[in-house]
């Protein structure tokens, strides 16, 4: 009993990089709980290698994919069968390469550079199977604005950022861009978007994990996104259940999900809410947003119901208010206990980590930005002193000892 245990939690490791091997022995070292095996061979190169080594998940590290690479990928593949989940890295993937390890079924694909966290969370992933009595239900976080131009989407992934990294709630994390209009979020990272809701509307029985993994974009820090188009397209809506499955997949396989949403309701709109969560509303110290904002809290209470509480963010928050204009009391006043909280005015600090298509702590980890976003998004990490050890990438060592 007590080697096939050992076998379960055995992870194979194939690759010629150097650096990446270093890198992922360095990470697996802090725990008993699984026992890494390195084979420092090309996938091309290898026979009965892996067979060998009896694996319970296999990293294969297929370098600069090529059909080469692809047809010897395979191979192994069929050889393991359904027995061993495999885990594909690369430098990078065209489409037509994508498509081609949907076909193979692998437990999941990763494109360096790989962060950490993610190669270990993909490694439990595999080792356990995703099952959502083994992971828990998605923490699922819902951004609306209450008019143009407020800073949803910076709010949204600045959220998505601070959840990622957290010392407390750090995890899987993917945010999710509903603004199939006009979405920002790719830009905002400068990312290649990858989500077309209308190419998925006409294939909803191919959505499955794979499917998925080729919609998503990754940033160089770790985090997710499922980025809709960033060119403007005819503005219809989409059928409820395409919507919902969509979500329903994320949410299959991240443990912290961050919904962008368009200011325009749709007939989805109600369900999503419903099924957040939170819901921020992002609005700004002006007299027509705060009016907006009542109007769209009675609408979220009238549509959706009393039970989804939504609060909100109050964006470019000067707390004296502009001479003349609305003050920090009017807004505490007219929202009581619906306000969230506000987030200096920090336009110098956003518009950079914008056009540098980082996240803002990359910028300025001191920013008041972040500390306001902190107060509202993870209170209980104000609350503690800066310091003491944690585990790699403030990740924890709990996190590999969940696969004993």
Known sequence: MAEDKEQSNRIVLVSTDKEFLATTRTAFSVSDAINLVTIEKAVTELHGDIQDAEAGAVIIDIDDANLERLEALQRVTRRLTDRVPVIVVSRGLDPAMVRIIVQLHVADFLVKPVTTADLVRSCIRALKGVDKSDTG???????????GGVGNTTMALQTAFLLHRSATRAASTCVVDLNFQNGSCAEYLDLEPRFDIAEVENQVERLDRQLLDAL?????SGLAVLAAPNMPTEMRSFDTDVVVKV???VSAYFDNVVIDLPRIWFPWTETVLRGSNHVYITAEMTVPCLRHTQRLIHAI?????????????????????????VKATDVEELLGDRFAGGISNNYKLVREAVDRGVPLHEVDPNANVIRDMKRIILPEEMQLEVGGKRGFLGFGKGLLKKTG
Do not use: C
């Open 216 to 220: 998503l974009s990754k940033h160089s």
């Open 137 to 147: 239900e998605a923490y699922i976080s819902a951004f609306m604005p209450a008019a």
């Open 301 to 325: 209470e009238t549509e959706v119901g009393k039970e989804v509480k939504s609060r909100v963010i109050i964006n470019r928050y000067t707390p004296k208010g502009l001479e003349g204009g």
């Open 247 to 249: 979500l329903d997949l």
